[in-house]
């Protein structure tokens, strides 16, 4: 039986209180962080509320991404200990969190992605990152695990909020170009404004992209719009339209002496077949929030559209139709002199997928082989409490109740009929503490639940015996800053059943999913940040550092015994130090470290290599109207593997390899007025 990583280290549960004067920027400072008027909150509103969070949880601002040339969910998730995000090709990047889809090549599993607050996962649960703008937002929400019960989600990975700008906080125009290594050219506009009652927003981007490796070239154009009103002081719904037309070349894993000695080469087959990626998407959403003293109560509704041209190994064409609708109440009051928050709420995701699959024949459909429509019907309801027995110590505990239904009408019969339906009712409780030591300074433990159903591409239907993935995870952690320093640190240990893994199988078909045993993951999540004086005109060094730990193992597996789990690096560090002059002139080097080996299969038997890589950012912003910003990435050239597609048991000659980006150069320049 593994030891607990929380055993080992819950003396590190209640650090020592530090004195200080002011809460730190963001801090909830008192209740009106968490009773929020407005549809979408500010930023110090949105980091007031998720600090009332005892676990794991982040926010990360636009400033710390709007001035780069961010291509990817990467460039914002950076600096998140916790998350680890690899790139694949253009900008489509692997993102797992605490082990999240651990095993998933393509794709995302484990983690709820919403657009202010609205899901974008289809209704079975998969969601891609290619289809986001990463330079559209003013602000990303990470909820860790368990964290993210207040949007209904008990994901192991917790759940990822990304939030657009209104015209109430944005800037009549905002706009940028960049360009860089390998073909990169993007362009961004966006503008927003007030009249009266009424604002609006609306920003839009186009981007090209010869890519690094061969057969990787694509481009993509995405839009953002919304426009919300007000009633009264008390009442505001906004509408929110997002879309986006994504394509992309797939240059395909190669073996990993192939990914390291002819890194720019695409698989041949790949190429013969001219596999490509490409998506147009549709979301139509609508958010109402009131508040009637001390209770709010927000409403809403949405639809998302996908249609997916998708030439592999056969030709994919698919279309996603889901709508839903959700409901969620927070009450903050006092009851007999102590304070309580109460938060409850419920969502309904549906939808379908159309498919038809074809012999691919160098990017053109061939002979039909399945046809289907798979639909997807999800129930929620979930409550979540905090009882604040002292002023500065709160109680939590909460649960989520998931009746999940999976439903397929095979079309295509001369295989047999691979019609079926499935049920799943899941419950998920939660148990915390979150203790408020001093001004500026948490500390707080929690125990939660966890459950995923099985998506259509794990042939749910048609396996017969595919289970839910279940966990249970052990958090303690303490956040915070003293003086110029700011800290963040979670542990967590997850005991999970029945963990999903999406195994390739062959060089040519997608994964195979199936169920390992009893899987341990478990890890230190840890983030530093430092802003320290140099000159007394207002110089300043900048630091910033996540560490990410990954002990994640097998637990007497039949199969493979105690083996770790493969698929990311057991240590994991960015770190980055800024020298910023008063004038706006900042520069400064920042490091990707992945320690140690980690292996490309269950066996064990195929090991990934460490690696480090230096980058170089500078530029200069005065906080008015313009500013410019250069990056130089992997500048000594490293030759690396950036995502590993995972195997059971791998040979030398498995392709399986995704190689890193060699050295390159971006640059832009931004304009608001």
């Known amino acids: 039986m593994k030891t607990s990583i929380i055993a080992l280290a819950a003396s590190m549960a209640a650090p020592p209180a530090m004195a200080q004067d002011t809460a730190p920027s963001g801090a909830e400072t008192g209740r009106s962080g968490d009773i929020i008027v407005t549809a979408t909150p500010t930023t110090a509103e949105a980091t007031a509320a998720i600090m009332r ?36 090709m253009g900008d489509d990047a692997r993102v797992s969190i605490r082990g999240s889809g651990l095993s998933r090549a393509y794709g995302i599993r484990g983690i709820s992605v919403l657009i202010d607050g609205v899901p974008m996962n289809t209704s079975d649960g998969l969601f891609d990152f290619f289809e986001i703008d990463p330079s559209a ?43 860089g290594s390998f073909g990169y050219i993007k362009g961004q506009a966006s503008t927003g404004g007030i009249m009266g009652d009424l604002d609006y927003f609306a920003t839009v981007s186009a981007q090209s992209n010869k890519g690094y490796r061969d057969h990787s070239n694509g481009n993509a154009i995405r839009g953002n719009f919304n426009v919300g009103y007000r009633f009264s002081p008390n009442a505001e719904t906004r509408f929110y339209v997002t879309g986006a037309t994504t394509n992309q070349h797939i240059p395909g894993e190669v073996s990993k002496t192939s990914a390291l000695t002819s890194r720019r080469v695409a698989n041949p087959v790949w190429v013969a077949q001219d596999q490509q990626r490409n998506v147009d998407s549709l979301r139509v959403s609508n958010k109402t929030r009131f508040s009637f003293g001390d209770t709010a109560l927000e409403v809403g509704a949405f639809y998302n559209w996908r249609h997916v041209d998708h030439p592999i190994f056969q030709y994919i064409d698919f279309t996603v139709d889901d709508y839903g609708a959700f409901a969620r109440i927070v009450d903050d009051r006092s009851i007999g002199g102590t304070r309580n928050r109460l938060i409850v709420g419920t969502s309904v995701h549906n939808g379908k997928i159309d498919t038809n699959q074809y012999v691919n024949i160098a990017a053109t459909k061939g002979a039909l082989t399945a046809s289907m429509i798979d639909r997807s019907r999800n129930l929620s309801f979930y409550a979540e409490d905090s009882l604040f027995i002292l002023p500065k110590l709160s109680l939590v505990a909460g649960a989520q109740y998931l009746d999940a239904v999976r439903d397929r009408r095979d079309r295509f019969l001369s295989n047999g009929d691979q019609s079926g339906r499935k049920h799943f009712s899941l419950w998920s409780p939660k148990v915390g503490t979150l203790w408020d030591i001093a001004p500026g300074t948490q500390a707080f433990a929690n125990i939660s639940r966890s459950a995923e159903v099985p998506s259509y591409d794990a042939n749910v239907i048609t396996a017969v015996d595919l289970r839910p993935q279940r966990a249970t995870t052990f958090e303690i952690g303490t956040r915070g800053h003293s003086g110029v320093v700011g800290w963040d640190i979670s542990l967590y240990n997850s005991i999970i059943h029945d963990e999903l893994q999406c195994l390739t199988t062959g060089p040519f078909s997608t994964c195979s999913i199936s169920n390992a045993g009893r899987t341990i993951h478990q890890g230190i999540e840890a983030g530093l940040t430092g802003a320290i004086p140099v000159s007394a005109s207002g110089d300043k060094l900048m630091l910033h550092a996540a560490y990410t730990y990954s002990d994640f193992t097998f637990d007497d597996d039949p199969n493979y015994g105690s083996n770790e789990l493969p698929g990311i690096p057991k240590h994991y560090l960015r770190a980055e130090l800024l020298y910023k002059h008063f004038t706006g002139v900042y520069a400064g080097p920042n490091v990707e470290w992945a320690a140690g ?14 690696y480090v890589l230096l980058n170089l950012k500078a530029g200069f912003d005065a906080g008015k109207h313009w500013s410019v910003y250069v990056e130089g990435r992997n500048l000594t050239d490293k030759r690396y593997i950036a995502t590993v597609a995972v195997a059971g048991v791998a040979s030398a000659d498995s392709e399986l390899f995704n190689p890193g980006t060699g050295r390159a150069a971006f640059g832009g320049v931004r304009v608001t007025w």
């Open 53 to 88: 969070t005892p676990g794991g949880v982040d926010i990360v601002p636009d400033a710390a991404f709007k001035n780069t040339p961010v291509q990817h969910i990467k460039d914002i998730l950076n600096y998140v200990p916790g998350v680890i995000t690899q790139t694949r």
């Open 137 to 179: 937002y003013r602000y990303v929400e990470i909820y860790r695990g368990g964290n993210a019960l207040r949007y209904g989600s008990n994901a192991l990975g917790g759940a990822i909020n990304l939030v657009t700008s209104t015209g109430r906080d944005t800037a009549p125009l905002d706009a940028r170009i960049d360009s």
């Open 597 to 610: 080996h980690y292996f490309a299969d269950n066996a064990n038997t195929l090991t990934v290599d460490p």
